[in-house]
């Protein structure tokens, strides 16, 4: 497997590079990850720091968004409902479909050229093993659908653990990102319709949304488990 001629000893230059990125992640994260969640979860206080920044605003949010991909401990949702706030259920959707395939664009690469240290810094082996024995499945294609199309899956780190597999970029980022597509407009519209201050469906919209995460995150080890099984009786076939 990939993963595990990753593991073996990586040329100085990498890990070189593997350091630089390690300490840019972690003071990315600490520097920007609070103040960027506070931000979020204010939308009027976003757009107001988003738009100060004038014509590039729109470069400046999609910058935004890469990191909240890149940097998988920034709430997705938040900017997300931030973005579709700012700029309506469309555009919303549009500028952060941009910035989620840059975002992901940058963690798989990273992932392929740094290699298992870099991504067991902050996934778990059991995780890690778990989602690498899937993506390398022959039914990989069907299956990355299913993980980034489920809620409470975290697609974000699932992005570096692919980037470990013989996954092609291309294809992985196209089924990627139509797989994510259904959750983005969700959480764009939702912001949408709070900026129009419709707080009735923004409530009922919001709870469709957290149940289904919460359902996401209660049996998502029951279906990982069921493809593990399948793909298993498959494979005695």
Known sequence: MLMEMNKSKIPVFNLILLVIFIILFVFATVKYGP???LLAKEPEQF???ILAYGYTSVLVFIAVEIMQVVIAAIPGELIQIAGGYMYGSLLGTLYL???AVAGSFLAFFASRLLGYPLVRAF?????LKRFNRLLESQRSDVIMFVLYLLPGIPKDILTYIAGLTPAN???FLLISTVARLPALFACAYIGA???NE???QVVALLGVAVVLFFLGILYRDR?????HRILHSHSKE
């Open 35 to 37: 103040e960027l969640t």
């Open 47 to 49: 757009r107001a720091a």
């Open 97 to 99: 479909v941009v910035g």
């Open 123 to 127: 996934v778990s082996e059991g995780k």
């Open 169 to 171: 970029p291309w294809k």
């Open 193 to 195: 319709n709070l900026e």
């Open 198 to 200: 419709n707080y009735r």
């Open 223 to 227: 279906l990982i488990d069921k493809i």
